[in-house]
């Protein structure tokens, strides 16, 4: 089974502009993301995919891999499947460009559901983590996601799901924009045209929901902050200096 990393990463951010550019403990967010996929040593191949000659040459002067691609995409997923329709894999990371503290244990264990799946049941899977504070339980920039009893997506939204009626122990899953596909599965995805949920929501992962395309969830506990704002850019550089 041969998986690879994508990293679709454009330099124009409408909540951030250019912070895939900014400083993170001394070096750029996109590369910070990249040595990441790269450490975790499961993939045969990583690369950048961008439609910004500043980040190309980000990443290829120093030593990475990168791939242009068309200016206009819809979604992350739309410009890596341009850069894999003709490479021969068979599964493929898409790894958030402003997502640098992923860890392997969590990479790893979404791959491990493909190894599993005998009947390729599983067109897609991604990471969710337990969010147990309220500002970020309601926060718009944090995608939640409700599932089923086998871990499958039943629903992504930017509001608090499930919403508790009632005092209750409901638990809080915040999804972790990292999704694994079968080369399948991706291409299927570019052929489908967006539907009401995502242009309402602006979530990708909706269109995969209604399509049918079923979505296994992967809890992990290990850290996970994509940089969407200036706070949270501030966030990941303390948490770099804590840890060195």
Do not use: C, W
Request: hydrophobic share 40%; charged share 30%; proline share 4%.
């Amino acid at each position: 089974m041969k998986v690879i990393a994508m990293i679709p990463a454009r330099y124009e951010a409408s909540r951030f502009p250019g912070k895939l550019m900014k400083d993170l403990a001394g070096k750029t967010v996109i590369l910070r993301t990249y040595e990441a996929a790269k450490n975790a040593g499961l993939f045969s191949e990583v690369y950048v995919v961008t439609d910004s000659e500043i980040i190309f040459n980000e990443i290829t002067s120093n030593g990475g891999k990168a791939i242009m691609s068309k200016k206009e995409h819809e979604s992350g997923s739309d410009r890596i499947a341009e850069a894999v329709e003709n490479l021969e894999v068979d599964i493929v990371v898409n790894v958030q460009g402003d997502e640098p503290f992923i860890q392997k244990d969590a990479l790893f264990n979404l791959l491990e559901v493909f190894k599993t799946d005998v009947e390729k049941e599983i067109a897609i899977a991604s990471l969710k983590i337990k969010m147990n504070v309220e500002d970020e339980i309601n926060n718009p920039n944090n995608v939640k996601v409700v599932t089923d009893e086998q871990n499958f997506a039943m629903y992504f939204s930017r509001s608090p799901i499930p919403y508790p009626r009632e005092k209750s122990t409901a638990e809080y899953f915040k999804h972790i924009g990292i999704y694994a596909f079968r080369k399948e599965a991706l291409l299927k995805f570019t052929q489908l045209p967006m539907n009401a949920l995502e242009a309402t929501e602006k979530l990708e992962n909706l269109r995969f929901l209604a399509n049918g395309l079923k979505v296994k969830m992967v809890e992990t506990n290990e850290i996970a902050i994509g940089i969407d704002t200036p706070e949270d850019l501030e966030k990941a550089n303390a948490i770099f200096k804590n840890n060195h």
